[in-house]
């Protein structure tokens, strides 16, 4: 069943290349670069949108919002649903709710989904197991289309979550007349290449990860740090830490450092940056070089041609915009997977977890 794997985790890791592929299959036109979800065509483009999830499914909707409000031009809120349920929320019939979860049974996101249809709100729920509790009664659902996901640790799931996300916001782009031409271009041909990417890219990224882990798993403590939409990725690295290694590790958006958490930092509390060639690098590495004032240790997850000079620059396959995230998630993965097996742990079955948490 692990089709000789060690753990299933690193095959699910492994199978992101087709995951893309399957997300995209009928999905996108590439002659007439049309994406087409017929999932939401009764539904209108709403005024604002709200994303309610939980865990790994939460940091995708955080990582959407970037694209979505950038090329659809549709508001975004993105919610904790176990906060989105007791909030006197304020929804506009006109809004849309969108529940995000990989087994559609989470009970703070059904919570939430139910409540926005009390209220009068059409609720689209994107999930990946069909039938599950979410699909079946959310107004639309988008089916993520990763095969079942065995793991605790959710790790294709959240890629096929992004790809959806990704499509989502250049449909509704070109509904609503928001998106440039050029921009869909770009972003059609970089995620028709992301398979092919992904596949020669990941055995090197196993090798690396493992290398880091041997050197980094004696570390109590790690920062994650980013910033724009690289920002829920740290979250998402930190969570995959904490979760299959049982490193205590934090996610920040890289500026908020200097608020008070760069007191922790000292030769043995590292940082796992995420340098991207983006706009914001520049910032990114000003960040950095203020952890390696006060002696910090910096693995820098970067792309070809960056200049980062830290203890550890890992440089993986660079992808057009928002897109790089496609190929630094499962850097995050394979990281935090090679720690906890170096560290002997039970990758797939983490203490004190449950692959779906149907209870508050
Ligand atoms: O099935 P869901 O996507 O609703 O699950 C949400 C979280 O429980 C889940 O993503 C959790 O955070 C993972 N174990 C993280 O790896």
Known sequence: ??????????????????????????????????????????LPVPKRLHIVACGTSLHAGMWGKH??????????????????RYRDILLDPEDMVLVISQSGETADTLAGLRIAREKGVKVAGLCNV????????ADAVIYTQAGPEISVASTKAMC??????????????????????????EALSALRKLPGQLESALPGMRDEAQQLARTYSKARSFFYLGRGHCFPLALEGALKLKEISYIHAEGYASGEMKHGPIALIDPEFPTFALALADDLFPKVKSNIEEVQARRGKVIALTNPGVEVRVDNPWVVPAAWGPLAAFIALPALQLFSYEAADYLGKDVDQPRNLAKSVTVE
């Open 1 to 42: 069943q692990k089709g000789g794997y060690k753990h299933f985790m690193l095959k699910e890791i492994f199978e992101q290349p087709k995951v893309v592929t399957d997300c995209l299959a009928g999905r996108v036109d590439w002659a007439r670069e049309e994406v087409t979800l017929p999932e939401l065509a009764a």
């Open 67 to 84: 694209l979505l409000e950038s090329w659809a031009k549709v508001p975004v809120s993105v919610e904790i649903a176990s906060e989105f």
């Open 130 to 137: 069909v039938g599950s509790s979410i699909a079946r009664e």
């Open 160 to 185: 096929s979550q992004m790809v959806l996300l990704t499509l989502l916001a250049l449909y509704w782009g070109r509904r609503k007349a928001t998106l440039a031409d050029d921009v869909r271009h």
